[in-house]
Each structure stands twice: as C-alpha cells, then as structure tokens.
C-alpha cells in the first residue's frame, strides 16, 4: 500500500522551493515588498494620509511571506495535504491586500502631486507605487499557479 497521500508531494521542501513554478515568486515577493516597506517608510506621512494600510499590508505580508518560506524550506508542508489550500488561501489574501493597498498608496501620490515642498518623497511615493503594483502582480501570479497545483492534487 503507497503511504503517501495524494497532494501532500505536490509541495516542494527544502531547495526545491527554489525550483518549482509557484514557489519560485517566494524570493520577489520579499524584495518588492521589501522595497515598498523601506519607501513607505522613508516618506513623509500626512495626517490624512493611507500610508498605513501600505505600511500594514508590507509588513505583514513581508513577514508571513517569510515564514510562509522558511515552513516550506525546513519542509513542515509536507505533513499534511492541507498546506496546498493554504497556500492557495494565503497568497489570495495577500494578493487581495497588496491590490487594496497599492489603490491608497496611488491615492496618497496623486494628492501629493500638487505639493512641491515635498518632491523628494513625491518620487519616493512613485517608487512604492510600482514596486507595490509589481509585488500584487507577484503574489497573484503566485496565488494562480498555486490554485492549479491545488486542483491537479
């Protein structure tokens, strides 16, 4: 009788992280929220301003992303067929927040456009832009390919 259950080697442990489709976007997903983390961070954050829901979304998505890895490299996903919905369920939401947070993050560049006293973090605000546009493009990309690996399990 095989003592494997379907599903459960569908996730890779160990450097097979760094080989298979989904989990591949693992190492992008923490620079580019890295980097809207730091220039969020940098900026000068007005009153009104959204800038704490994008500081929330980084920083939360940065370190469960992390642990969310490092679970994978020491191979704890590989204990139950349940790591595959959550995977899919995770990436979903963080997909879902970075979407929600790159909308206020554009928010608070465009309202800052007209302010010339604060162009240096004009630009820096343009820069989280992108780079949070780019990580809600990562972690959907991610959650898409894991959803195909969820459904082929």
């Not at 080989?19 to 009104?48: K, M, R």
């Not at 940065?62 to 990436?91: C, R």
Request: overall charge negative; some cysteine; proline content about 4%.
């Amino acid at each position: 009788m095989d003592s494997t259950t379907p599903g459960i080697s569908a996730l890779p442990s160990g450097l097979g992280v760094f080989t298979t489709l989904p989990d591949i976007f693992f190492i992008p997903e923490l620079v580019f929220g890295g980097l809207v983390w730091i220039l969020v961070a940098s900026t000068n954050v007005l009153l009104t301003n959204p800038q704490g829901w994008v500081m929330f979304v980084s920083v939360f998505c940065f370190v469960f992303t992390f642990l969310w890895f490092l679970l994978f490299m020491i191979g704890v996903n590989q204990s139950s067929p349940v790591w595959t919905s959550l995977d899919v369920a995770y990436h979903g939401i963080a997909a879902l927040f970075y979407l929600s947070a790159s909308v206020a993050q554009s928010s608070a560049t465009i309202a800052l456009q007209d302010n010339s006293s604060t162009f240096k973090s004009y630009q820096e605000d343009i820069a989280a832009v992108v780079f949070s546009y780019i990580a809600t493009l990562l972690y959907v990309i991610h959650v898409m390919f894991s959803a195909f690996r969820w459904k082929a399990s």
